[in-house]
Antibody, heavy 119, light 108 residues
Protein backbone atom coordinates (compact mmCIF):
# COMPACT_ATOMS: atom_id res chain seq x y z
CA UNK A 1 0.00 0.00 0.00
CA UNK A 2 1.12 3.56 -0.68
CA UNK A 3 2.77 5.21 2.31
CA UNK A 4 4.53 8.50 2.87
CA UNK A 5 6.38 8.52 6.19
CA UNK A 6 7.81 11.79 7.43
CA UNK A 7 10.60 12.58 9.86
CA UNK A 8 9.95 13.58 13.45
CA UNK A 9 9.19 16.88 15.12
CA UNK A 10 11.78 19.65 15.08
CA UNK A 11 12.52 22.60 17.37
CA UNK A 12 14.50 25.37 15.73
CA UNK A 13 15.68 28.84 16.67
CA UNK A 14 14.77 31.87 14.56
CA UNK A 15 17.14 32.26 11.64
CA UNK A 16 17.97 28.57 11.46
CA UNK A 17 17.03 26.08 8.75
CA UNK A 18 15.00 22.88 8.94
CA UNK A 19 15.03 19.86 6.63
CA UNK A 20 12.04 17.52 6.67
CA UNK A 21 12.10 14.14 4.96
CA UNK A 22 9.31 12.12 3.36
CA UNK A 23 10.00 8.45 2.61
CA UNK A 24 7.78 6.85 -0.03
CA UNK A 25 6.85 3.20 -0.32
CA UNK A 26 4.29 1.06 -2.11
CA UNK A 27 4.69 2.70 -5.52
CA UNK A 28 7.33 3.80 -8.03
CA UNK A 29 8.82 6.90 -6.42
CA UNK A 30 9.81 8.55 -9.70
CA UNK A 31 6.32 8.28 -11.23
CA UNK A 32 4.66 10.87 -8.98
CA UNK A 33 5.43 14.41 -7.91
CA UNK A 34 5.86 15.23 -4.24
CA UNK A 35 4.18 18.37 -2.93
CA UNK A 36 4.66 20.11 0.40
CA UNK A 37 1.77 21.71 2.28
CA UNK A 38 1.88 23.37 5.68
CA UNK A 39 -0.71 24.21 8.31
CA UNK A 40 -0.25 26.55 11.23
CA UNK A 41 -2.22 25.72 14.37
CA UNK A 42 -5.89 26.46 13.85
CA UNK A 43 -5.28 27.69 10.31
CA UNK A 44 -5.92 26.40 6.81
CA UNK A 45 -3.77 24.48 4.35
CA UNK A 46 -1.01 26.37 2.54
CA UNK A 47 0.71 24.92 -0.55
CA UNK A 48 4.47 25.41 -0.65
CA UNK A 49 5.56 23.76 -3.87
CA UNK A 50 6.25 20.55 -5.76
CA UNK A 51 9.13 18.42 -6.95
CA UNK A 52 9.37 15.84 -9.72
CA UNK A 53 11.59 13.02 -8.40
CA UNK A 54 12.24 11.76 -11.93
CA UNK A 55 13.93 14.86 -13.32
CA UNK A 56 14.41 17.01 -10.20
CA UNK A 57 12.21 19.79 -11.60
CA UNK A 58 10.63 21.98 -8.94
CA UNK A 59 7.99 24.68 -8.62
CA UNK A 60 7.71 26.84 -5.54
CA UNK A 61 4.93 29.05 -4.27
CA UNK A 62 5.90 32.68 -4.71
CA UNK A 63 5.65 33.25 -0.96
CA UNK A 64 8.50 30.78 -0.31
CA UNK A 65 10.75 31.55 -3.29
CA UNK A 66 14.31 31.96 -2.11
CA UNK A 67 13.69 30.27 1.24
CA UNK A 68 12.56 26.77 0.29
CA UNK A 69 14.45 23.98 -1.45
CA UNK A 70 12.91 20.65 -2.43
CA UNK A 71 15.20 17.75 -3.25
CA UNK A 72 15.16 13.99 -3.42
CA UNK A 73 17.29 10.86 -3.12
CA UNK A 74 15.89 8.30 -5.53
CA UNK A 75 18.13 5.54 -4.13
CA UNK A 76 16.08 5.57 -0.92
CA UNK A 77 12.77 6.91 -2.35
CA UNK A 78 12.90 9.96 -0.11
CA UNK A 79 11.97 13.57 -0.73
CA UNK A 80 13.20 16.50 1.33
CA UNK A 81 11.95 20.00 2.03
CA UNK A 82 14.37 22.51 3.49
CA UNK A 83 13.15 25.88 4.74
CA UNK A 84 15.69 28.52 5.72
CA UNK A 85 15.70 31.80 7.66
CA UNK A 86 13.04 30.46 9.96
CA UNK A 87 10.80 32.82 11.87
CA UNK A 88 8.08 32.23 14.44
CA UNK A 89 5.41 32.40 11.73
CA UNK A 90 6.89 29.24 10.20
CA UNK A 91 5.74 27.22 13.20
CA UNK A 92 3.39 24.70 11.62
CA UNK A 93 2.76 21.09 10.68
CA UNK A 94 4.40 20.32 7.36
CA UNK A 95 2.92 17.61 5.11
CA UNK A 96 4.22 15.90 2.01
CA UNK A 97 1.63 14.66 -0.48
CA UNK A 98 1.70 12.85 -3.81
CA UNK A 99 0.33 14.05 -7.14
CA UNK A 100 0.52 12.66 -10.65
CA UNK A 101 0.69 15.98 -12.45
CA UNK A 102 0.00 19.70 -12.29
CA UNK A 103 -3.80 19.56 -12.24
CA UNK A 104 -4.19 16.41 -10.26
CA UNK A 105 -5.30 15.85 -6.70
CA UNK A 106 -3.09 15.17 -3.69
CA UNK A 107 -4.07 11.54 -3.33
CA UNK A 108 -1.80 10.35 -0.51
CA UNK A 109 -0.42 12.38 2.37
CA UNK A 110 2.29 11.91 4.94
CA UNK A 111 1.43 12.01 8.62
CA UNK A 112 2.84 15.50 9.09
CA UNK A 113 5.90 16.93 10.85
CA UNK A 114 5.59 19.63 13.50
CA UNK A 115 8.22 22.32 13.16
CA UNK A 116 8.38 24.76 16.05
CA UNK A 117 10.40 27.95 15.73
CA UNK A 118 11.17 29.50 19.09
CA UNK A 119 14.06 31.19 20.82
CA UNK B 1 -3.43 35.21 -7.46
CA UNK B 2 -6.44 32.93 -7.63
CA UNK B 3 -8.67 32.93 -4.55
CA UNK B 4 -11.05 30.22 -3.35
CA UNK B 5 -13.66 31.26 -0.79
CA UNK B 6 -15.50 28.85 1.50
CA UNK B 7 -17.96 29.52 4.34
CA UNK B 8 -16.13 29.24 7.68
CA UNK B 9 -18.70 26.88 9.13
CA UNK B 10 -21.70 24.75 8.28
CA UNK B 11 -23.96 23.12 10.87
CA UNK B 12 -26.23 20.20 10.02
CA UNK B 13 -28.43 17.74 11.90
CA UNK B 14 -27.74 14.02 11.61
CA UNK B 15 -29.46 12.48 8.60
CA UNK B 16 -29.74 15.80 6.80
CA UNK B 17 -27.77 17.17 3.85
CA UNK B 18 -24.76 19.50 4.14
CA UNK B 19 -23.63 21.62 1.22
CA UNK B 20 -20.22 23.27 1.27
CA UNK B 21 -19.49 25.85 -1.39
CA UNK B 22 -16.17 26.85 -2.91
CA UNK B 23 -16.26 30.11 -4.82
CA UNK B 24 -13.72 31.17 -7.42
CA UNK B 25 -13.66 33.19 -10.63
CA UNK B 26 -14.87 30.91 -13.44
CA UNK B 27 -14.06 27.90 -11.29
CA UNK B 28 -15.96 25.66 -13.69
CA UNK B 29 -12.96 25.92 -16.04
CA UNK B 30 -10.78 24.23 -13.42
CA UNK B 31 -10.74 20.79 -11.83
CA UNK B 32 -11.73 20.94 -8.18
CA UNK B 33 -10.55 18.49 -5.54
CA UNK B 34 -11.92 18.17 -2.00
CA UNK B 35 -10.21 17.07 1.21
CA UNK B 36 -11.50 16.10 4.63
CA UNK B 37 -9.38 16.73 7.71
CA UNK B 38 -10.27 15.51 11.18
CA UNK B 39 -8.56 16.97 14.28
CA UNK B 40 -4.97 15.87 14.66
CA UNK B 41 -4.96 14.00 11.36
CA UNK B 42 -3.60 14.59 7.88
CA UNK B 43 -6.12 15.53 5.19
CA UNK B 44 -7.56 12.81 2.99
CA UNK B 45 -8.84 13.28 -0.53
CA UNK B 46 -12.58 12.61 -0.82
CA UNK B 47 -13.51 14.04 -4.23
CA UNK B 48 -11.24 14.52 -7.23
CA UNK B 49 -11.78 16.11 -10.63
CA UNK B 50 -15.00 17.80 -9.53
CA UNK B 51 -17.11 14.71 -8.76
CA UNK B 52 -15.09 11.48 -8.76
CA UNK B 53 -14.84 9.50 -5.51
CA UNK B 54 -11.82 7.37 -4.61
CA UNK B 55 -12.47 3.86 -3.42
CA UNK B 56 -13.47 3.72 0.21
CA UNK B 57 -15.24 7.08 0.23
CA UNK B 58 -19.00 6.65 0.81
CA UNK B 59 -21.45 7.53 -1.95
CA UNK B 60 -22.93 10.06 0.48
CA UNK B 61 -20.13 12.40 -0.62
CA UNK B 62 -20.61 14.04 -4.00
CA UNK B 63 -19.27 17.03 -5.88
CA UNK B 64 -20.33 19.44 -8.59
CA UNK B 65 -18.81 22.44 -10.34
CA UNK B 66 -20.60 25.13 -12.30
CA UNK B 67 -20.07 28.80 -13.04
CA UNK B 68 -18.21 30.42 -10.16
CA UNK B 69 -19.07 27.81 -7.52
CA UNK B 70 -18.06 24.26 -6.78
CA UNK B 71 -20.07 22.36 -4.21
CA UNK B 72 -19.37 19.40 -1.94
CA UNK B 73 -22.57 17.70 -0.83
CA UNK B 74 -22.75 15.32 2.10
CA UNK B 75 -26.03 13.39 2.19
CA UNK B 76 -27.43 11.61 5.26
CA UNK B 77 -24.85 13.27 7.47
CA UNK B 78 -23.34 11.20 10.26
CA UNK B 79 -21.52 12.23 13.42
CA UNK B 80 -18.29 10.91 11.90
CA UNK B 81 -18.51 13.50 9.10
CA UNK B 82 -17.63 16.26 11.55
CA UNK B 83 -14.38 17.69 10.18
CA UNK B 84 -12.78 20.52 8.24
CA UNK B 85 -13.24 20.43 4.47
CA UNK B 86 -11.01 22.13 1.89
CA UNK B 87 -11.41 22.63 -1.84
CA UNK B 88 -8.32 22.89 -4.06
CA UNK B 89 -7.50 23.73 -7.67
CA UNK B 90 -4.48 24.15 -9.88
CA UNK B 91 -4.11 27.74 -11.05
CA UNK B 92 -2.33 27.44 -14.39
CA UNK B 93 -1.70 31.19 -14.69
CA UNK B 94 0.50 31.17 -11.59
CA UNK B 95 1.47 27.47 -11.69
CA UNK B 96 0.32 27.23 -8.08
CA UNK B 97 -1.92 24.86 -6.22
CA UNK B 98 -4.52 26.85 -4.32
CA UNK B 99 -6.56 25.74 -1.32
CA UNK B 100 -9.86 27.15 -0.21
CA UNK B 101 -10.18 28.83 3.15
CA UNK B 102 -11.73 25.74 4.70
CA UNK B 103 -15.14 24.93 6.18
CA UNK B 104 -15.75 23.40 9.58
CA UNK B 105 -18.73 21.04 9.49
CA UNK B 106 -20.49 20.58 12.81
CA UNK B 107 -23.04 17.82 13.29
CA UNK B 108 -25.70 19.00 15.71
Amino acid sequence: QVQLVQSGAELKKPGASVKVSCKASGYTFTSYDINWVRQATGQGLEWMGWMNPNNDNTGYAQKFQGRVTMTRDTSISTAYMELSSLRSEDTAVYYCARTVGSGSDLDYWGQGTLVTVSS
Amino acid sequence: SYVLTQPPSVSVAPGKTARITCGGNNIESKSVHWYQQKPGQAPIMIIYYDYDRPSGIPERFSGSNSGNTATLTISRVEAGDEADYYCQVWDSSSAHRVFGTGTKVTVL
